[in-house]
């Protein structure tokens, strides 16, 4: 069980970090989780979420959080040699269908903060 909120290592601010948007089994295709509850009971699903009490999250809630996530999404326009640095802790990231041929190399920092207050 992870928590929902979390503290901000630089800001001190509570944000959302959690991906019961993704884990939850109404996320998946209507198949896939039709398919996947003829096999198991809801409790003993390979992946899920929950609130923190371990009541079920309704599908009125979960399109909620989905409507949100869209509602603040952003797509930046890319040029060739752009470089994206992303705040993991402050925004959630992912990557959305395309067409044709593109790399995208990652990495990740652990970052010394205090270094890190003093460049901003």
Excluded: C
Excluded at 2 to 8: F, S
Excluded at 76 to 81: A, I, L, V
Excluded at 91 to 107: C, I, K, N, Q
Aim: charged share 25%; net charge negative; no cysteine.
């Amino acid at each position: 069980m992870r928590p929902a909120l979390t503290t901000h290592p630089v800001t001190r601010a509570t944000v959302w970090f959690n991906q019961a948007h993704l884990f939850h089994v109404g996320s998946l295709p209507k198949a896939t989780t039709e398919a996947l509850l003829a096999i198991f009971d809801e409790r003993d699903l390979p992946r899920n979420a929950y609130f923190g009490d371990g009541s079920p999250i309704g599908e009125d809630v979960l399109a909620e959080i989905h409507a949100a996530f869209e509602r603040t999404s952003v797509s930046p326009d890319w040029d060739e040699g752009d470089l994206l640095m992303v705040d993991n802790v402050l925004a959630s990231h992912g990557r959305a269908p395309y067409e044709g041929d593109r790399t995208v190399l990652v990495s990740m920092t652990a970052a010394d903060w205090d270094d890190w207050r003093a460049l901003s």
